[in-house]
């Protein structure tokens, strides 16, 4: 079983969009490690702000059929993909890690480079991995996220799955 961690982002209607993404994703592979979840503001395009969080599960998936499963979870919740790369979605779940696998593995590229650039990705990451290494720059995400230097905003929100208080605002 591979270790993986997985992004979820949403800017439209987000919570319940993310909160149907964490019903399919445990549905699909049973326990979750979940993140805060964080708001921000768009990256790369004018929108709506965002709640992202990061997931981790183990899967005996490969990392081509785990990315054609998300897609479906993607799709079953209304993701428009004929739209422009940066624009708002329904939902988005992206592989950061499979692993300590590095390089391109059936199109995907690991670790995602977001991991490195996004304080929306990275933070929630070092909240539930903080020792787990970066498999291309072999730092921990702990220390990853304490050198991170970009501005970047974000800030913890409330949020209940399934009836319960996964994140806190601070």
């Known amino acids: 079983m591979a270790r993986v961690y997985l992004s979820l982002g949403s800017n439209i209607e987000p919570r319940t969009y993310i909160a149907a993404g964490l019903d399919a994703l445990?549905?699909?592979?049973g326990e979750l490690v979940i993140s805060p979840v964080y708001e921000s503001e768009a990256v790369g395009f004018?929108?709506?702000?965002?709640?992202?969080?990061?997931v981790g599960v183990e899967t005996a998936l490969s990392v081509g059929e785990l990315?054609?499963?998300?897609?479906?979870?993607?799709?079953?919740?209304?993701r428009e993909r004929s739209g422009p790369k940066y624009s708002g979605r329904?939902?988005?779940?992206?592989?950061?890690?499979?692993?300590?696998?590095?390089?391109?593995?059936?199109?995907?590229t690991l670790p995602r480079g977001e991991v490195l650039r996004n304080a929306?990705?990275?933070?929630?990451?070092?909240?539930?991995?903080?020792?787990?290494?970066?498999?291309?720059?072999?730092e921990s995400f702990a220390d990853l996220w304490q050198r991170y230097d970009r501005d970047q905003k974000?800030?913890?929100i409330d949020f209940h799955w399934q009836r319960q208080q996964i994140s806190c605002a601070d």
């Not at 445990?26 to 592979?29: G, H, M």
């Not at 004018?46 to 990061?54: A, I, P, R, T």
């Not at 054609?68 to 209304?78: C, M, W, Y």
């Open 154 to 156: 974000l800030w913890k």
């Open 67 to 78: 990315s054609l499963q998300l897609k479906a979870i993607e799709d079953a919740n209304g």
């Open 120 to 138: 929306f990705v990275l933070q929630p990451l070092s909240d539930i991995a903080p020792q787990q290494r970066h498999a291309k720059t072999g």
């Open 90 to 108: 329904t939902l988005d779940i992206d592989i950061l890690t499979y692993d300590d696998v590095c390089g391109v593995v059936d199109g995907i």
């Open 46 to 54: 004018d929108g709506d702000n965002f709640l992202n969080l990061v």
């Open 26 to 29: 445990a549905d699909r592979f």
